[in-house]
């Protein structure tokens, strides 16, 4: 494979193979790229634009997604460039508040619950990370025009600034958006949930602090609007048409000065883009053909009401890449690529209809039913008495453990620990891969029966998080942690187990109690991490 960075390709001539092709470089597909090539893989990766896209398209992302900016190194980085919001408002259009969503300082992936940010800002963090590798392989101006599939590779066919070339990749990834050539190449179906609704955007840049609202929906039934920040320095304004033809004439700079001027003024703020946007609910019927699988947009578009869009994209890519590691390296068949949309796709539906919900309640036309729906609303916040908490689901089957231990399948939670040489979050204290955290009485029965061996050779990482920190103390197989925070003691004592196993995309691989159901549990998880279920046929063909 020739080194990183944008190569250049003779009319014709073959590129070096390589484990994974990547087809797109957005957000998704950096993700992807970084992800594979920490697990040793290399990767190639075909954008068709010249350069990266450097405009603002998603604004928020939540502490899941900054868990994985953080396995990549870029999460502290980022910090300053983005701007963590507490709540999000609906209001109608009298300014009376409907519904008030809370989001957590710290949530349960150890970051604050919602961050607002400009995606250049995101896009140049990830770029980084690709293009320091020496594994990755960018090429801008490169555009995928034919794929086809074969025994034991994919064969892509590439236009570039010098003509045509082909390349052979084990797997490829589809990260290229909603109008994925890649789908189109498998011929995979939409279903269409039928909320389709244009609306244009505004973005604009500070010229000096501004008081305005960091995130707000107005349910207005003369015109639906959405005021969001971008981070510290830009600002988002959107406005629901009532036909797209509108944005040719709602465009001027003067008519949208016109719409901002309750909140912003020339002298406060630089308009810097004006876009047109159709929110769409599409989810494709099948994301793999082969060796050949989608993710992010290609696979799902949903609305923005939740900000789940790109981070939907983001659980694709550590779903996806830690079974592509697992089949790579032959310890398992590709078979387990199949539960890759048997996790995700219940997900990203509830996610989306949850979307559709709201899009609902904020995009009412009719003033009669807006108004039924300010009485429903209020009514229910007086109740409630307080905020209300996003909370999206777990996974329900897949690649688990056996038994339904209490919390398999959700997403895990992360606390700060102390090993005696650093204190950090426990994913920085740890790093990547399998994570076993196990209460101490069950820890000596897995050593009894020689299993702590047997997963530290296979690369699990086992834990030990104990509330006191003198108890700390060495263990040649685990590493024994101060639970800084009492975090891992009050979550064990939740699911009123002794273990939990935690995948490498952060959910919870199973959970157990006692010695007996610990042991089982680490057998099971060895079966997974070493192979011991791969024949050697499997082994050949994968």
Known sequence: MEGAGDGVTEPGRDMAPVDVAVVGYGPVGMVMAGLLERSGHRVQVFERYAGLYNLPRAASFDDETMRTLARLGVANDLLPRVRVQP?????????????????????????????MMYQPDLENALDGVCRTSPRVEVRHAHTVVALEQHQEHV?????GPDGHATTNARYVVGCDGG????????????????FSEPWMVCDFR?????????????????????IISLGPEHHRFSFMLDSADDFTTERD????????????TPHDADLVRVATYTFRSLIADHWRDGRVLLAGDAAHQMPPFLGQGMCSGFRDAQNLAFKL?????????????????????????????????????QTLRDPVRAAERDRALLARRAQAGAPEAVRLPGLADGLFAQDSGAG?????VQGVVDDGTRRDRLDQVLGDGFHLLVADEPLAALDRAGLLDALDHAGVRIVVPREQSEQAAAHPRAAIVHDV??????????LDCSAVVVRPDFYVFGTASGSDAVTALAGELLAVVRGDTVTHEARANA
């Not at 809370?102 to 604050?112: E, L, N, Q």
């Not at 064969?155 to 236009?159: H, I, P, Q």
């Not at 008081?211 to 107005?218: E, K, M, S």
Request: no cysteine.
């Open 87 to 115: 709540t999000y408002e609906w209001r109608n259009g009298r300014g009376d508040l409907l519904i008030e969503q809370h989001f957590a300082a710290t949530g349960r992936s150890g970051w604050a619950e919602w961050h």
């Open 155 to 159: 064969t892509l066919t590439v236009e």
């Open 179 to 194: 109008n994925s050539f890649v789908r189109s190449a498998l011929d995979a179906g939409l279903h269409d949930y039928g």
């Open 206 to 226: 500070f010229r000096r602090p501004t008081d305005v609202p960091h995130a707000l929906q107005l349910g207005d039934p003369t015109g639906p609007t959405s």
């Open 253 to 264: 700079p003067e008519r949208v000065w016109k719409r901002v001027a309750p909140y912003l």
């Open 325 to 361: 590691d697992l089949v790579l390296r032959g310890r398992m068949p590709d078979t387990v690529l199949d539960t890759y949309q048997q996790e995700r796709e219940p997900h990203v539906r509830a996610v989306t209809e949850k979307g559709i919900e709201l899009g609902h309640l």
């Open 408 to 412: 398999r399948g959700h997403l895990s």
């Open 485 to 494: 925070h009492g975090t891992y003691r009050d979550w064990f004592a939740e």
